[in-house]
């Protein structure tokens, strides 16, 4: 395979993210990136549009999602599913139950958020100008564009700080075993996103990525932007000992500061190499 810039985890409007699926097309071609994923949370609504632009772009577009999971004690860990069947009834079922479930945690966060802001004597937001920003259902990210277009805070980072942290409402998770099932059952491999999210305690990370293998976890995203390089260095090492497969994304937004598509920190491209094992591997699933 020859040599190409990839990035595997970007978010669309269909979930937290600023562009649509064709807007991050065309993104990731002005980026010279020839394989991308696009990896909504819970959701899959981004991939077809994201497939039908790349196939007029050559950009080729890998389908995948981003589960919100439940592990022990951990919550929101994040799995992500690549070369899943994006069409699968069953999974879709599952899906739209936790699309209605997130709407109305959404719908919640932005009622206290209004109650903040009517608190501050300040006009509230309604949800049709959070949906300018948003395709599929409303999230964090799209409540913290309005609350900016209002000039009701200076930056992204303001409106998670002074409003969206402490209006949050928890979230609903998959059960770790069932989510890497259901990946498996859909065509897909499972591969923890940045696992550093998850701890930062390397010592406790690695017992926790050797239990999720005997869950049937495939691979850990070893280049993301969450982790520093000497935390990157062991992921790489822990990837290798346990036969893990390795990926890399930017978990791009386009909200965030200095965060481009296909790119890690300090600038570091993700190389296509990782792409070979990846495709083996999923072409082998049943």
Known sequence: MPAMNIDLHIHSSFSDGAFTPSELVALAANQNVAVIAIADHDSVAGVEEATVAG???????????????????????????????????????????????????????????????????????????????????????????????????????????????????????????????????????????????????????????????????????????MGWPLEIEFLRRTAGEHGLLMTAGSDFHGIEQGLEIGKGREGIRFDSALLAPLYDRIRQLP
């Open 55 to 225: 196939a007029v772009a050559g950009i080729d577009v890998l389908p995948a999602i981003e589960l919100s999971v439940q592990f022990e004690g951990w919550t929101d860990v994040h799995l992500l599913g690549y070369g899943i069947d994006y069409r699968d009834d069953r999974f879709l079922l599952s899906l739209d139950g936790f699309r209605q479930r997130r709407e109305g945690r959404n719908d919640e966060i932005l009622e206290r958020v209004n109650a903040c802001l009517l608190a501050e004597g300040r006009a509230a937001i309604d949800r049709k100008s959070v949906l300018a920003f948003a395709r599929d259902a409303i999230g964090r990210p799209h409540i913290a564009r309005a609350l900016l277009e209002l000039k009701y805070v200076d930056s992204v980072e303001d409106a998670f700080q002074r409003y969206l942290g402490p209006c949050n409402v928890p979230k609903s998770y998959w059960p770790m075993a069932e989510a890497i099932a259901e990946i498996h059952r859909t065509g897909g491999v499972a591969v923890l996103a940045h696992p550093t999210s998850v701890t930062k305690d390397l010592d406790m990370l690695g017992s926790v990525i050797a239990a999720l293998q005997g869950l049937g976890l495939d691979g850990i995203e070893v280049y993301n932007n």
